[in-house]
Every structure is written in structure tokens, then in C-alpha cells.
């Protein structure tokens, strides 16, 4: 056994949503997890387009799986969207799923998906909006009732704005929080694949940055990060995982059911509880960056190992590429806000470091690497690691990884370049024989056919005056229409 506390009760307790057939199998692995009482740590729910696509889940119960009834969205997620609007059958079951299986009296619901223009790419974004006008936006109208009946309609119709602020505040300590956990697609992937995610990914952080939304974060995890790491370890060190899918499955469950269940443990010496990551994860908004870094223990011999390590995580990122925090321009130093900060060890009860100094030196390491408007929480935990030391560092902020930002452009960009290099053409197919090698006048007897008298020169032109005007009149009529088409679409 590696890690004795994954079989804790959960510090949040959350339903976990799994989107399309990418988002499915996130939840599936979730799904796995077992509390030390033999029941499960989640619940999970999949949703998929199809019934096909859902025959591949081992974890996730029958009766919580959920088919739309169509057959898949044809990698397009625009054309999706307006399938679940025009279509009353889909829409009405995505509408019941979200209502009725979507277990509201959690603390937290994690939404997942795979942004590659399947099912996932457009369900996620109609489910993240019902269930907001489910859950969340009969709250705000219920608090600004009450502003609207307490005041006089002139000050209200005055003021209303402001008082939908205050009724939002209001409102959010009642939330149904959610997290969104989305995976970025493979350059490889193709050019309309990255257009089409860059403008989902958007709408995405658009809601995720609007705190009406009630959205606590959002997680933009990337397949390209995960398949230059799994391509990266050797066969033999894969332990049974087949493809860089599973191995992003794998990264993405473990790292938060681990922070989840590590905080309820009850050894730390100093206090990072489950109500601190309760906090940590659920206040403000923004994306969340997580970090773990795992090591021998043997290679951990003193304070300053295990706060180097703190160092190295702060920096790293285990679901996708850097993040920008601080930029100069023009002299000026120009920073994304950092909210809650978490840092949590995990030492192996074999390895004893005394009072735990170390978690002094990370805070301070914390504040120094990051712009910090939050807070700091801190602690470890001793426990049965598989002789290992494991350090974890999380925190929210309004920055996103860069291939996000501004590499999905720049790769789409690449792609357009490249085509610019190429002259295209169409195909056309070749005759096998010209017809003038297999028949020329020579071969005809023109008296044998009977047609000999129209081939006169009187009987050449078959057309009067009258036939050529009428011929120069439909001609003109059919150019102006071809030339009132636009075919470029």
C-alpha cells in the first residue's frame, strides 16, 4: 500500500461529472476510489451521446450513466450546440441529468471533459449554463426580491445594477459550487480542432470568470503535456498503462483525491485541515494550478530538502504548461493575482524530520515566488508513503498555462502557414482513349448515313437572326445570375 490516507473520507464531498466519452472515463477514474468503509468515495455520473460510448466504463454505475440518444457530434461542437438546442428529445435529458442525477447537496460538483470537439467540448458548456439557471440564478432573484421589496421603485430602478451585485454577493454563500476540469487537445489534432477549442475554451473562462456563475475554478489539464511525458518514460517504468490517455486519467484523479484525502488525516502537526482546503478550493475563482512532487525518502535528509522540494513544485505543474504569473513591460512589473496558497507534505512514517521547520521556509518561499492576495495554508503528514516523500502546492489565480493563452494561436497560425506553402488542386480522372483515336472522318461513309445534303455550306448555319438574339439574351440573364452567386462559401 503506497498511500494509507487515499481511503480517508474525502474533505469535500463532491459528485463527479464526466462529459462525452474523454470526460467519461476522467470520472471513471475517480469512480475507483474507495473509502476505508468499502463504499465510494465519489459519486460519479457519465454522460455521452450515444450508448456505445459508454460500454467502456468499468467504475461508474449503470444506473448512472446517461445517453443523449444521438449518434455522436461529429467532432463539431458548434453544430452540437445547436443539436441540444433544436433537438427537444437531447435537450430534455440533459436538462433531467443536471437537474436530478446532479447530486446539489454537495459541497463541490466537478464537471469533466475532454476539449477535442466531440460530445464532451459542447455538453459541458449547455450543462455549466443549466445548471446555473437551475441552482444558482433562482438565488440571486430570491435575495434581489427581497432588495427590490425593501426599497422604493424609483431608488430601485436607480440603483438596479448595484443591487444585483449586492444580491449576487448574497446569494454566493449559498452557491452549489462547481469545478471545471477540461483537457486541451494534441497539436496534431488539426487546425479546425484547435479553432474550434480556442472559442470553447473561451466561452469556458468567460463563465469560470464571472462569479454569478458560481464557478469555484477551472482546470485546463493538456494532452500535449501528457503525451510528451508518457512518451517520455520508459516501457518497462508504465506500470500497465497502455496510452497517454489513461496516464492523464491516472495524473488528474490522483492528485486531487490525494490533496482531498490527505488534509483529513488528522497527523499533521500543524494545521491544514479539511475545512482549510475546503476554503482554499471553493473561495474566489479563477484557474487552479496544481503541483506534486514525489521523491525517495532516502533523498530527504533535512529541512532544507523537503523545502527545495516546495520550491520545485511552486514552479512546476503536473496537468499542462507553465503559467505566467509576472510579466515586465516597460519597466513595469505587471502580475496575475494569486488568491489561496496550499502547501502540504506527505512524509513517510519511517523519516523523521523533527518540529517540521521546513513548512516555515516553503511559506516563505510561497510568498516570495508568488503574488499572493490570499492565504497561506500549510501543514504535513506522516504516514505510511511507500518510503517516499510527496509535496504538494496549489493555488488559484486569474493567469491561464501558456499554450492556452497564446500557443493554440500560434499553432493554428502554423498550420495556416504551412498550407500557404502548398499549391492546391483538384483531382480530376483521365479518359482512357481519346475519342478522336477511335473514330476520325475517315472511317465514316457520309452518303451510307444519309447526311450528306445537311453538311452543305447553305446548310451549315442552322441558326436564323432571330435564334442568335434570343441565344445572346438567355446568355446574359444566366451570366448576371452566376455572377449574383457567392459560391465562396
Known amino acids: 500500500m503506497t498511500k494509507a490516507f487515499i481511503t480517508n473520507t474525502p474533505a469535500i464531498n463532491m459528485t463527479i461529472v464526466g462529459f462525452g466519452q474523454a470526460g467519461s472515463r476522467m470520472a471513471d477514474e475517480f469512480a475507483n476510489y474507495k473509502k476505508a468503509d468499502g463504499t465510494p468515495s465519489y459519486n460519479c455520473l457519465a454522460l455521452n451521446s450515444n450508448d456505445g460510448d459508454l460500454e467502456g466504463l468499468k467504475n461508474i454505475p449503470e444506473e448512472n450513466r446517461v445517453s443523449l440518444g444521438l449518434r455522436g457530434m461529429a467532432k463539431n461542437p458548434e453544430k452540437g450546440l445547436i443539436t441540444l438546442e433544436e433537438n427537444k428529445d ?45 441552482h444558482n440564478k433562482p438565488l440571486i432573484r430570491k435575495e434581489l426580491i427581497k432588495i427590490k421589496k425593501s426599497v422604493s421603485d424609483e431608488d430601485f430602478k436607480e440603483n438596479a445594477k448595484r443591487y444585483a451585485v449586492q444580491a449576487t454577493r448574497k446569494a454566493a454563500e449559498k452557491f452549489v459550487k462547481i469545478g471545471v476540469i477540461v483537457t486541451l487537445p494534441l497539436r496534431h489534432d488539426g487546425p479546425d480542432v484547435l479553432r474550434q477549442v480556442n472559442d ?31 512518451n517520455a518514460i520508459p516501457k518497462n517504468k508504465r506500470k500497465n498503462i497502455d496510452n497517454y490517455r489513461d496516464y492523464a486519467n491516472k495524473q488528474i484523479s490522483e492528485i486531487f483525491h490525494e490533496l482531498n484525502t490527505a488534509t483529513t488525516s488528522g497527523g499533521s502537526s500543524l494545521s491544514f485541515d479539511a475545512e482549510d482546503f475546503k476554503r482554499a478550493i471553493t473561495e474566489f475563482n479563477g484557474s487552479l494550478v496544481l ?11 533535512n529541512n532544507d530538502d523537503v523545502a527545495e522540494l516546495f520550491k520545485r513544485s511552486l514552479k512546476e505543474t503536473n496537468l499542462h504548461s507553465p503559467i505566467q504569473l509576472v510579466r515586465e513591460h516597460d519597466g513595469e512589473y505587471i502580475s496575475k493575482k494569486v488568491y489561496h496558497v496550499g502547501l502540504l507534505a506527505v512524509l513517510d512514517e519511517s523519516k523523521k524530520l523533527g518540529n517540521g521547520a521546513f513548512i ?4 516563505e518561499i510561497a510568498n516570495k515566488e508568488l503574488p499572493v492576495n490570499g492565504v497561506v495554508f500549510d501543514g504535513y503528514v506522516e504516514s505510511k508513503n511507500d518510503f517516499r516523500v510527496s509535496v504538494y502546492s496549489f493555488y488559484k489565480t486569474d493567469a491561464l498555462p501558456e499554450r492556452l493563452e497564446t500557443g493554440l494561436v500560434k499553432e493554428y497560425e502554423e498550420f495556416q502557414e504551412r498550407n500557404r506553402n502548398f499549391t492546391f488542386e483538384k483531382a480530376t480522372i483521365q479518359s482512357i482513349g481519346d475519342k478522336n483515336e477511335l473514330l476520325n472522318e475517315d472511317d465514316l461513309d457520309f452518303d451510307d448515313l444519309g447526311i450528306s445534303d445537311l453538311l452543305g455550306d447553305d446548310e451549315l448555319s442552322l441558326e436564323t437572326d432571330d435564334n442568335l438574339d434570343n441565344a445572346d439574351d438567355d446568355d446574359a440573364a444566366v451570366d448576371e445570375l452566376l455572377n449574383s452567386l457567392d459560391l465562396s462559401k
Open 360 to 363: 516555515e521556509k516553503a511559506k
Open 291 to 301: 503541483s506534486k512532487i514525489e521523491v525517495p525518502a532516502n533523498l530527504v535528509n
Open 90 to 134: 437531447a435537450a430534455e435529458k440533459l436538462n433531467n441529468f443536471i437537474h436530478d442525477k446532479v447530486r446539489a447537496d454537495d459541497e463541490l460538483v466537478l464537471f469533466f471533459a475532454g476539449l477535442g470537439g466531440g460530445t464532451g467540448t459542447s455538453t459541458i458548456v449547455k450543462a455549466i449554463s443549466e445548471f446555473y439557471d437551475h
Open 200 to 230: 470553447f475554451s473561451q466561452k469556458i473562462w468567460k463563465s469560470a470568470s464571472d462569479p454569478s456563475k458560481g464557478i469555484a475554478f477551472v482546470t485546463f489539464a493538456d494532452n500535449q503535456h501528457f503525451y510528451d511525458e508518457f
